[in-house]
């Protein structure tokens, strides 16, 4: 078999989709770190979607649906996005490998669980991974950039067509994806403003009565769940707030479920706008990440010893992070876009 | 987070592998940093963990006793719940949980036992039995 390397830049990024999407194009001459494609693609925000259950447990998301990045930033930059599904595996494959002998780089969404060079603790039946295939070497395995690893992998056909395929939840059903003809002289400046309004217009939660679980309402009511835990049995009580903690700190997220990326975005684009208001809400975001940070270690304080902190206590903590969340959606809403 | 505050705490779940934080260096300003592992972190993964090999061994043990069919330890063991097996497999739950009593399981027909094999990527021989602990 003969071997097929195309041209890539791996860098390893916190987050495998804006990883992706970084990766992708700075391959393509087009250098965007991975705090930029986050920030772009207004993907922060604040989910709790209790009728959504994982391993019984709600799920809690701090980001944008999955192939929310990817698209937004295809849309904004004005690149085409060529994406593929497929109800037939080894059509799958097939498409795969001819887009590789054609010379392109290919993302693709996969299963955490059947990728066979994920540490054995971190495989979880996850279907929303993305990665970038780059060649295929003389064996017939997949040469992969997986942007969450610090080097370049590699994984069986047959592996890496279970991941593709692997049913459920956020079901991959094969997608890939080829990025079309990058235009000359992007412009990020409006973009980046815009992408930030968009943000913050979405930090309060869905305005409709009724729907409390998005943006800070989504936190209050998160806060007022943890309140109610004490009613429940206390290894459930240990789970739920692992849980919170696994969604906002394990789960790829650079840290403080996405806020020091978003926190790192604003710095960056202070820099390339020469915009000092954005610097100082940069500051403001990164003590909101200190704040998620300080109640991930006081919820798992609870699950270590549940006698040495109480669930009030906790949920206390969590109001602060929504209440400073508040404050720096005003400071967004009110930043001026220099001329 | 500062640079200097990013954890190094080598979690075991990490099997040696890093992880990429952004955190502020001296200037203000942030950067990218490698981190080794967070003890927080762990403790959290670790419990979870621990909590599916627990719902493993006790699916062993009923298996073992007579109470459960053998696709409740494979359910477990390849870390999904009567909810995610029936996405996964196109079951209803109620037919899942159905399969899941030893009388029912025994006498289901190949079609049915290869649509399990398939999700976990097993043989009949295998799904049909458990092995030893």
Request: some cysteine.
């Amino acid at each position: 078999m003969s071997e097929i390397i195309n041209h890539l830049v791996h860098h390893q990024s916190s987050h495998c989709e804006s990883g992706v999407v970084s990766n992708m194009l700075s391959s393509r001459g087009f250098a965007m770190s991975e705090p930029m494609a986050f920030g772009l693609a207004s993907a922060l925000t604040f989910a709790y979607l209790p009728f959504i259950k994982l391993g019984g447990l709600p799920l809690i998301a701090y980001r944008m649906p999955p192939k929310t990045i990817i698209k937004t930033v295809a849309k904004k930059l004005n690149i085409e996005l060529k994406t593929q599904k497929f109800s037939n595996p080894e059509k799958g494959m097939q498409a795969l490998d001819e887009a590789l002998a054609q010379g392109h780089i290919v993302g693709l969404q996969t299963s955490v669980y059947w990728l066979p060079y994920f540490p054995e603790d971190m495989r979880f039946h996850f279907n929303a991974h993305n990665l970038t295939v780059y060649g295929k070497n003389t064996q017939g395995d997949y040469l992969i950039s997986d942007p969450v690893f610090e080097d370049v992998v590699t994984c069986s056909a047959q592996s890496l067509q279970r991941a593709r395929f692997a049913k459920g939840a956020l079901a991959p059903k094969g997608l890939m994806y080829i990025l079309g003809e990058i235009p000359q002289n992007i412009d990020l400046r409006p973009l980046i403003y815009k992408s930030i309004k968009k943000t913050a217009k979405m930090m309060n939660g869905l305005p409709i009565p009724g729907i409390p679980f998005f943006g800070v309402k989504g936190i209050y009511y998160l806060a007022k769940q943890i309140r109610e835990l004490d009613k429940k049995p206390s290894k459930y009580a240990r789970l739920y707030l692992g849980h919170i903690v696994r969604m906002q700190e394990e789960i790829g997220t650079g840290g403080a479920g996405f806020r020091f990326m978003f926190a790192s975005f604003l710095d960056e684009a202070s820099k390339l706008l020469d915009d000092q208001q954005l610097f100082e809400v940069a500051q403001f975001t990164t003590d909101i990440g200190d704040q998620w940070r300080t109640f991930a270690i006081q919820a798992v304080l609870f699950c270590k010893d549940r006698k040495s902190i109480s669930l009030n206590h906790i949920s206390e903590v969590l109001i602060k992070c929504a209440e400073m969340e508040k404050q720096l959606q005003n400071k967004l809403l009110s930043l001026k876009a220099l001329a | 987070m500062k640079t200097e505050q990013v954890p190094q705490d080598h979690s075991p779940s990490y099997s040696g592998h890093k992880k990429l934080l952004y955190a502020v260096d001296e200037s203000g300003h942030y950067t990218e940093v490698t981190s080794s592992g967070w003890e927080v972190e762990n403790f959290a993964t670790q419990m979870a963990v621990e909590d599916l090999h627990q719902q493993c061994l006790e699916a062993h043990a009923q298996v073992k006793a007579g109470l459960s069919s053998p696709l409740a330890y494979h359910m477990y063991k390849h870390r999904l719940d009567v909810t995610s097996l029936a996405q996964a497999s196109g079951f209803f739950k109620w037919q899942i949980r159905r399969h899941l009593k030893p009388a029912v399981f025994r006498r289901l027909k190949p079609r049915k036992l290869n649509i399990y094999c398939a999700v976990f990527s097993i043989s009949v021989a295998q799904l049909t039995n458990i092995p030893e602990l």
